[in-house]
């Protein structure tokens, strides 16, 4: 069973999530003078990263949130589904992209605003557990999707992504996790996968 977090049940609210709660994630602070502030409590209480801002590297400082529900609006069942009610990957992937997905680092603010340091904040990691979550249920909403993908598989230019292009582990985890075409990554419970989100 995976778990990760609903964000779509806190638009407009995160700060109130259970998962911001000094128990878990740590509390989710405003801003201080317009800049971010320092996870407060909890495991991750001025938890330091070496990361950032952006390409910067060697620079410890602490991980910083500076929630914006203004933001964190943008990341409701609305967007939700609109995103799933696309039928090719691109579109479903361009509305990700532009609604929840930006909308949920931006709306936590500070580290997760910053496209570089953002795997900083360990709350990046539930949130990209429920992007992972929509897309696959946009997969189970038509059988013609659980193999689809496109887009572009390296940055300098644009190779084309496909089923066949390797996604290249650096070794992260030893034999756990080898290197491997796209499609065995397609589908949770198949291929290198064996688990299902909790609902």
């Known amino acids: 069973m995976c778990f990760w977090w609903d964000e779509k049940k806190w638009a407009g609210r995160?700060?109130?999530?259970t998962i911001f709660r000094p128990e878990y994630f740590g509390s989710l602070p405003g801003p201080t003078n317009g800049r971010g502030t320092c996870i407060p409590d909890g495991t991750f209480r001025n938890l330091q990263s070496n990361l950032g801002p952006g390409q910067t590297v060697n620079n410890p400082h602490c991980v910083q949130r500076a929630v914006n529900e203004g933001t964190t609006s943008q990341t409701g069942v609305n967007s939700y589904n609109t995103c799933l009610a696309r039928s090719s990957y691109p579109d479903f992937h361009s509305c990700v992209e532009f609604t929840y997905h930006a909308q949920g680092?931006?709306?936590v603010g500070a580290?997760?605003?910053d496209a570089i340091a953002s795997p900083g904040d360990p709350i990046f990691f539930m949130h990209h557990l429920y992007i992972d979550y929509t897309f696959r249920k946009w997969q189970?909403?038509?059988?013609?999707r659980r193999?689809?993908?496109s887009g572009c598989a390296t940055n300098d230019g644009c190779t084309p992504l496909t089923l066949d292009t390797m996604?290249?582990?650096g070794g992260i985890c030893g034999s756990k996790c080898r290197d491997a075409p796209v499609r065995d990554?397609?589908?949770?419970?198949q291929g290198l996968f064996c688990y299902m989100y909790s609902y």
Not at 14 to 17: D, G, I, Y
Request: aromatic share 8%; proline share 0%.
């Open 14 to 17: 995160f700060h109130e999530a």
């Open 105 to 107: 680092h931006n709306g």
């Open 111 to 113: 580290t997760m605003a």
């Open 140 to 144: 189970l909403g038509a059988l013609s």
């Open 147 to 149: 193999n689809t993908i």
């Open 167 to 169: 996604i290249y582990m």
């Open 185 to 189: 990554v397609l589908r949770t419970k």
